[in-house]
């Protein structure tokens, strides 16, 4: 069976903080992708990365795989108080079910 | 722009009673799941369909059906509700390449089993 982790569970910071949260395997995938979910709504994609060492930027988020394609790590630079949420990783391999991480619950204060 | 469409979104059931999640998407998606979202535990995949007709277990599909009649629908039957599956469930759809295409997420359905 495939797990992810991730850490921290639980994040508080102030505004125009930045902060990293991990997501981490013992097992390899093909891709992995980062969710965020706000209070009522599902999940929404943010970004998927499939190479070993990959980094995209999304604005103020930084994402990378890691080389052996086993861990990723979101970076928020400047947090806001709209990047507030609870944000997911999902690991997937072809023709197989995404297997998703327990979360990051980040609340960003004013 | 209605996407994935779950109802209800709010129900509260008695023990043994048994109740059905509708779950529509209008993509043309050939995939389509059922997850739970429990506290601590991510989400979780109950049942999934590769396609009309297609269905086959996920990690924890005990006393929960589906049947998949049309590319569109996948409903989710609970079949003699336990307090145990009080939780957040969400119905999703992708293309068929699920290794590495978008999930689209319904807003979720809050069941509450006394």
């Known amino acids: 069976t495939q797990l992810l982790e991730q850490s921290p569970q639980f994040l508080s910071i102030q505004e125009g903080e930045n902060l990293t949260v991990y997501c981490n395997s013992s097992?390899?995938?093909?891709?992995l992708q980062w969710y965020r979910q706000e209070p009522g709504e599902g999940p929404v994609l943010l970004v998927t990365?499939?190479?070993?060492?990959e980094v995209k930027k999304l604005k103020r988020l930084t994402f990378q795989f890691g080389d052996a394609r086993k861990d990723s790590s979101l970076h928020i630079t400047a947090a806001q108080t709209g990047d507030t949420g609870l944000y997911l990783c999902?690991?997937?391999?072809?023709?197989?079910?995404?297997?998703f991480g327990p979360g990051t619950r980040l609340s960003v204060l004013p | 722009n209605a996407g994935v469409t779950q109802t209800p979104k709010f129900q509260v059931l008695k023990t043994g009673q048994s109740m059905t999640l509708q779950c529509a998407q209008d993509?043309?998606?050939?995939?389509m799941s059922w997850y739970r979202q429990d506290p601590g535990m991510g989400l979780r995949l109950i049942h999934y369909?590769?396609?009309?007709?297609?269905?086959d277990q996920g990690e924890v599909p005990n006393g929960y059906n589906v049947s998949r009649s049309t590319t569109e629908d996948f409903p989710l039957r609970l079949l003699s509700a336990a307090p145990s599956q009080t939780s957040v469930y969400f119905c999703?759809?992708?293309?068929?390449?699920?290794?590495?295409?978008?999930?689209?997420f319904g807003e979720g359905s809050w069941l509450t089993v006394v």
């Open positions: 999902a690991g997937g391999n072809y023709g197989q079910n995404f297997v």
């Open positions: 097992s390899v995938f093909s891709s």
């Open positions: 990365v499939v190479t070993g060492g």
């Open positions: 993509m043309n998606h050939e995939y």
């Open positions: 369909s590769v396609g009309a007709g297609i269905t």
């Open positions: 999703a759809s992708s293309p068929i390449d699920r290794g590495g295409n978008t999930i689209y």
